[in-house]
């Protein structure tokens, strides 16, 4: 059975950090695009970062880049966001996401999200 389980939201300042983790199991992933979205109160869902698990270059949303930052645990199947100076625009709930590579724009698994609440 497949898994995406986020960890590590909760509340925090403005100017502050977090680090959103994304525990993958059931299956291997070293092909697949990792991503995080983010949902915030009466808006839609929007991608806020994205990388090929194995390589490449990361996607980063015009609202999060130079703050936020995509990596993954090279021992496990582990994926991160870390996130710094943490804005109140920022609060959202944020979900974890892998999309296979060539078949669309559909993301096969998501996680069960986590919130996010940065205070002004």
């Known amino acids: 059975q497949v898994q995406l389980v986020e960890s590590g939201g909760g509340l925090v300042q403005a100017g502050g950090s977090l680090r959103l983790s994304c525990a993958a199991s059931?299956?291997?992933?070293?092909?697949?695009?990792m991503a995080w979205f983010r949902q915030a109160p009466g808006k839609e869902r929007e991608l806020v970062a994205k990388?090929?698990?194995?390589?490449?270059?990361?996607y980063y949303a015009d609202s999060v880049k130079g703050r936020f930052t995509i990596s993954r645990d090279n021992a496990g199947n582990t994926v991160y966001l870390q996130m710094n100076s943490l804005k109140p625009e920022d609060t959202a709930v944020y979900y974890c996401a892998a999309q296979a590579p060539g078949v669309g724009p559909t993301y096969d698994y998501w996680g069960q999200g986590t919130q996010v609440t940065v205070s002004s």
């Open positions: 990388k090929m698990w194995s390589a490449g270059r990361a």
């Open positions: 059931g299956r291997t992933f070293s092909n697949y695009y």
